[in-house]
Every structure is written in structure tokens, then in C-alpha cells.
């Protein structure tokens, strides 16, 4: 990804100006005295080349690690690597990173180096618990103040006398303990040991601070690529439970397209005799259309294919494999599958004469509840491909029927909102999965793909025959009453009063939970937002209705 070149192009900027700092420190050293010098000029010389010497192997390894950061693919592996590097080239002799342990807290070393390093740490207890004897070490203050800590003579600083003896007998000089954060958060310790003293000066610590810096920013690397490997893996696994739920369902389904049947779940093959679906697929689907409904049947597929009407329902007689007929009803759909259109569909057998008037309530019945589950469908599918989102669409769909209620709207004008609200982001359908999933900040290019999902949300929906004004729902969303929405730049009554219920019950909803970018704010900041652009951006009847919904009625935002 670019951002990703991005990065490692900053990261290789920063090691060349580290290599022009070096150079600078390194001329900057006092040139020899003259053989009549006298011996303190020496010493000093010789002091300041040692100084010279050390920043030079900090540098050296500050480069090192920052080329361990842009090749390393884990966390643990980039741990042992920078362990390796301050010891080998940093000049300490020994180095481990530790993880917390919230259980204990006890920090939990997960890399180490250096020669002495396994029996150093052998049974050791370091704490962060400012309540224990072992949590005054440096690597425990690092942690709980989240801030580097540097103990210049070890052996001496009395905050470290629990380690004194085993500190003496490894030689310990100088201690640092830096914090590693992932996402602003603290979750780890790196300890650097030396076997001089007062080793840490100033260029010394600033080195440091910048790898303990730049680890925390590979860190949050590893954990973005985690999440966004982890959304991946739940759309398929959602997918996955999807094709089960139609495969198991109570009800035919089936999808023609190119005058074929080019799906047929088991149940569809059942109920026409077919011991195995696949004896279905490929078929003409008037292969399974008794004569006098063959004529009915091509034109209500000709009108859905070409894009005349959207959905349909039906009664006809179909022709089972052994010749007996049944008599099915079928609610089938225009749809596009693999970019071109197709038909999707639902069958239900209602042969029985004897229970002719309750087969058809419950046929009204399960196709109202294909209808729901369709709906609930398109919104996990948004879901799906949007986590970070997930619900979201539902319950805005369950915000905008609670206001419609405490408007005073009747149940089916409630049901409608349930049902718009479920369906005004189904438009993001359109929108690449990489873009819903990103946590890098988006281009402008992106965002405006982002903005467009109001009209291509009103494109998949205008076509189909529904009691309420979902596709206008979808379109209007965003627009705001004094016009500076989007798409359509519409004012004032120029959007349709479940828009309005809708726009708000989405700012309510989107503002409570967390986004990829930001943590939920809260209902309370959601309903100031509200209370803020009443009369202005949302319609006044409806915030003050959604503002006494949640305040003195006291309504609890939905799961």
C-alpha cells in the first residue's frame, strides 16, 4: 500500500539523517594535543572519543532497528531482533523486552539477549504494582508512568536494592527501561543493561526514546494488519453461515440467469421430487412449469430481466420429476449475480385444498418474513463487509421506529422506518471492501466513493414495490435541513419526514459506538449534537422528540 511505502521512505529519511548527525558529532571531537599537551587534555580527548564511540554504536543500531521495523512481519520476532541488535551492536550486554501480565502484574520477558541474560532473569520478579517491594525497578516505573526510566549506577539507587546482589554479581552498571505502546496504550518494557555507569547521557536517552518510539509504531502496524485480517476472515466465515441458512432453509430457493437454473437448494429439489439438487441445475427453468403457466411465467421472467418491474409474486402449478404437479407460490426478485442480471427466488408448495385459506396466510406470512429476513440480510451483508460498523444499520433501523413511536405514527409507518433505517447504508454494498476495512486516513478519492453510497443506495432499492419510501430514505440520509448535506444538497421540506427520523437516528447511533477512527463518544454527546442542530441541520419536531425519548424517558440505546 502507498502508506505503507510511505512509511518505510520515512523511516530510511530518519536513518540518514542519524548517519549526518554522527558524522557531525564525530567532527566535532577535539583534535590531538600537540606532544607538549598536557595529560587532562589527553584524558579528556580520550573521554570524549569514548562518548564519540558509544553514540556511534546507539546510531549504528538506532539504524539497525529501524530496518528490523520495516522488514519484521510479528511482533516476536521483531522483540528477539532488537534484543540481538542492543546487544551486538548497541554495546549493552544484556537486553529483554517484557509483556504485562494484568493477572499478576508482573511483567513476563518474551525476548532476551546477551550472554548472561537466561541467568539474570532466572526466576526473577519484576513487578508494575506500585504496591509491591519489586515495582520501584525501572522497568516497573517505565510501565506505570508510562515514561522512560534511566538508573545511572543500578547498584546504588536504592530503589533498586531488591536486585542489588544479583545486579553485583552480573556486573550491572546502568539500567534503562523504556515503555512500548501499541495504539497509544502501554504493553511493554524494553530493559537495556550496562557495565558502566552514568552511561545514559543526553544523545544517549534521545537515541533510545526514538527505537522505543519508532517499535510502538511497528507495533501498531502488526495490530492494524491483525484487524484487518480478522474482518477478512469474519466476511468469509459470515458468507460461509449465509449459504448454510439458504441451503437449510424451510422455504425453495432458487437463482435462473441466461435461461438456465443456476442454483437450487435442496428443499426447492425436494418438493419437486429431485432426490439431488444438481439434477436441477442447468435446466430451463419451464422445465418445472406446467403448460397452461408456461406463457405467465416467461413473461414475468422477461419483465424482471429486463429491468420492467423488480419483484413479483405468484401462484402456478409446477411439474414435478415423476409428471404430478403441485402448486407452488414464488416471490422472485431482479438481482445481478457476477455482474450480470439474474433472478432470485423464493417457492413454497401450497398444493393442499383442505388447507387452501390457511396455507395462504401463512404463505402471506413466510413471504413477509422472507421480505424481514431479505432485509436483515442486505444489513448483515453491509455489516459484514463494514465490521468496524457492525449493527450499526439495525439499529438505526430500531432508533427511527422508537421516535416514529413516540411521534405518534401508527405501527405500520413504524414498521417502515424499522425497515428504512435497516436498509440507508445497503448503498456501501458499492463501496471496495479494502476501503470499508482501512484504518489509514482516507484520500479524497475514497472519500468521495464513501459519499456516493446515499445514491447507490437509492439505485438498488427504487425498483422495488415497498409500502414506505425506503429507496428516498436511503437517497436523503445525509441531507440536513438547511442544505449543506449530501448528495442532493436538499433543504427544509424538500426531505421527506422519514429522512428526517432517519438522519437523526443515525447521527444518535454513529456518534455512540465506535468507528475505525475514534472511539464511541456516548449518547449523551450524541444527544448534544442533536440538541445543537435542531432547527438547523436536523428537523426540530424530530430532535426534540428524539432528545425527550432519551432524557426523560430515559430509552436505552439498542444492542
Not at 34 to 48: K, L, N, P
Not at 376 to 388: G, Q
Request: proline residues 4%; charged residues 25%.
Amino acid at each position: 500500500m502507498d502508506t505503507r511505502n510511505e512509511r518505510i521512505a520515512s523511516i530510511k529519511r530518519k536513518i540518514a539523517l542519524l548517519e549526518a548527525e554522527l558524522e557531525a558529532a564525530l567532527r566535532s571531537q577535539p583534535r590531538p594535543a600537540d606532544e607538549g599537551g598536557h595529560a587532562i587534555t589527553r584524558h579528556r580527548r580520550g573521554g570524549a572519543k569514548e562518548t564519540a564511540k558509544r553514540r556511534a554504536q546507539y546510531y549504528a543500531s538506532l539504524s539497525r532497528c529501524n530496518d528490523a521495523i520495516v522488514h519484521s512481519t510479528n511482533a516476536d520476532a521483531l522483540f528477539q531482533e532488537l534484543c540481538h541488535i542492543a546487544v551486538q551492536y548497541g554495546g549493552m550486554s544484556m537486553a529483554w523486552i517484557g509483556r504485562l501480565d494484568p493477572d499478576t502484574r508482573l511483567l513476563r520477558p518474551v525476548a532476551r539477549a546477551g550472554d548472561q541474560v537466561g541467568s539474570y532473569l532466572d526466576k526473577i520478579e519484576i513487578s508494575f504494582d506500585a504496591g509491591s517491594p519489586f515495582g520501584h525497578g525501572p522497568a516497573g516505573i517505565a510501565v506505570r508512568e508510562n515514561r522512560p526510566v534511566w538508573f545511572q549506577d543500578f547498584l546504588h539507587d536504592p530503589r533498586a536494592s531488591p536486585w542489588h546482589e544479583r545486579g553485583a554479581r552480573f556486573g550491572l552498571g546502568a539500567v534503562a527501561a523504556l515503555p512500548l505502546r501499541c495504539n497509544g496504550v502501554v504493553v511493554g518494557v524494553i530493559a537495556l543493561y550496562a557495565g558502566l555507569t552514568n552511561v545514559f547521557d543526553g544523545a544517549m536517552r534521545d537515541l533510545l526514546e526514538r527505537m522505543a518510539t519508532d517499535i510502538g509504531f511497528a507495533l501498531d502496524n502488526f495490530a492494524h494488519e491483525a484487524a484487518r485480517v480478522q474482518a477478512l476472515d469474519e466476511l468469509r466465515e459470515s458468507e460461509q453461515r449465509y449459504r448454510a441458512l439458504v441451503e437449510q432453509s424451510i422455504a425453495g430457493v432458487y437463482l435462473i440467469q441466461d435461461q438456465q437454473l443456476i442454483y437450487v437448494n435442496p428443499h426447492m429439489a425436494q418438493m419437486l421430487g429431485y432426490g439431488d439438487a444438481a439434477e436441477l441445475i442447468g435446466q430451463h427453468p419451464l422445465m418445472i412449469v406446467a403448460e397452461h403457466d408456461r406463457d405467465r411465467v416467461t413473461e414475468n421472467i422477461r419483465l424482471r430481466l429486463e429491468g420492467a418491474i423488480d419483484r413479483i409474486s405468484y401462484n402456478f402449478t409446477a411439474r414435478c420429476k415423476q409428471g404430478n404437479t403441485i402448486e407452488v407460490g414464488a416471490n422472485g426478485a431482479r438481482a445481478t449475480y457476477r455482474g450480470r442480471p439474474a433472478i432470485v427466488g423464493l417457492m413454497q408448495d401450497i398444493t393442499e385444498k383442505a388447507r387452501a385459506e390457511e396455507l395462504t396466510r401463512q404463505h402471506m406470512a413466510q413471504l413477509e418474513s422472507a421480505f424481514m429476513s431479505t432485509v436483515k440480510v442486505a444489513t448483515n451483508l453491509t455489516d459484514v463487509r463494514d465490521s468496524y460498523t457492525s449493527g450499526h444499520a439495525r439499529r438505526v433501523g430500531e432508533i427511527a421506529a422508537a421516535i416514529g413511536a413516540e411521534l405518534g405514527l401508527d405501527a405500520r409507518r413504524q414498521q417502515g422506518l424499522l425497515v428504512a433505517g435497516s436498509l440507508h447504508d445497503i448503498g456501501k454494498i458499492g463501496i471496495p471492501i479494502e476501503i470499508l476495512c482501512t484504518l489509514d486516513p482516507l484520500t479524497a478519492h475514497e472519500r468521495e466513493l464513501i459519499r456516493q453510497h446515499p445514491r447507490t443506495g437509492y439505485e438498488i432499492l427504487k425498483g422495488i414495490d415497498l409500502p414506505w419510501p425506503v429507496a428516498e430514505v436511503a437517497h436523503q440520509h445525509h441531507e440536513r435541513m438547511d442544505g449543506s448535506g449530501y448528495p442532493q444538497g436538499l433543504r427544509g421540506d424538500a426531505i421527506i419526514p422519514e429522512a428526517r427520523i432517519v438522519m437523526v437516528a443515525d447521527v444518535v447511533e454513529s456518534m455512540s459506538h465506535d468507528r475505525p477512527y475514534r472511539s464511541g463518544l456516548g449518547l449523551e454527546h450524541a444527544l448534544t449534537e442533536i440538541e445543537r442542530g435542531a432547527g438547523t441541520l436536523y428537523d426540530a419536531v424530530v430532535a426534540a422528540t428524539c432528545l425527550r425519548l432519551f432524557r426523560d424517558n430515559q430509552r436505552a440505546l439498542p444492542e
